[in-house]
């Protein structure tokens, strides 16, 4: 890995997460209209737990109304079921996951990973193959960094690796944080699914935010290079 030289990034993306799905009817309705509702990237698929074969229905159901405009569809773990399933990539919680991951996943899907508590971490993930690293997703307590820490982890990756970084936003507030921190992807879902003027509405403001605050840095960037 070597220091981002580039001094204009691409705008970044949405990295949208699913509920825990069960019955992905709902879901399966709802996703063309989120979809076009703003530049959402990828999808990241929550399973219920359930046995091999129904959660790989689930996954099938859902790629091709996720991947038919181009958004890359992810499973919350279970990586032996991404290529059953048809799915792009895992995203995996540790590093030991990603390292038992990676001789399924590479070289043809993505392999993102999170839960990295240092920047040891987050660099051996780096060096190990990972396609993203993910900071500030809740730990199994439902703890997360603070917004300061989150932005600092993200400010110093940027800064100095190639391989993109995603920030997970619990507002659209964060959203825009992070990305003038350096982040490439920003991570939202709970409070999109929980905003009581529907999802759509929720992701376009995230949407707006996220331009917003890459426009401005752009022009700080600018600014500076003249």
């Known amino acids: 890995m070597s220091g981002k030289s580039t001094p204009l990034r691409p705008a970044p993306r949405i990295y949208l997460a699913t509920p825990e799905v069960d019955d992905p009817a709902s879901l399966i309705a709802e996703l063309p209209g989120l979809l076009s509702a703003a530049d959402i990237a990828a999808v990241l698929l929550r399973l219920r737990p359930a046995d091999q074969r129904t959660m790989i229905s689930r996954i099938k159901a859902l790629a091709p109304v996720i991947q038919k405009g181009g958004t890359a569809l992810l499973i919350d773990g279970h990586v032996e079921l991404v290529a059953r399933g048809g799915a792009d990539g895992a995203h995996l919680t540790s590093l030991t996951e990603l390292e038992e991951a990676l001789p399924t996943l590479k070289p043809d899907r993505i392999a993102g990973v999170g839960g990295l508590a240092t920047r040891h971490d987050s660099m051996s993930a780096g060096e190990m193959g990972a396609d993203y690293v993910l900071f500030g997703e809740p730990d199994a307590g439902g703890q997360r960094p603070s917004r ?24 659209p507030e964060e959203a825009g944080t992070f990305v003038a921190a350096g982040a490439d992807f920003v991570l939202v879902g709970d409070f999109v699914w929980a905003d009581p003027r529907g999802a759509s509405a929720a992701l376009a403001e995230v949407d707006k935010t996220i331009q917003e605050a890459y426009a401005a840095s752009t022009e700080a960037v600018k600014a500076a290079h003249d």
């Open 148 to 171: 300061e820490a989150i932005t600092e982890r993200l400010q110093w990756w940027a800064e100095l690796f190639e391989p993109p970084c995603v920030g997970f936003a619990a507002s």
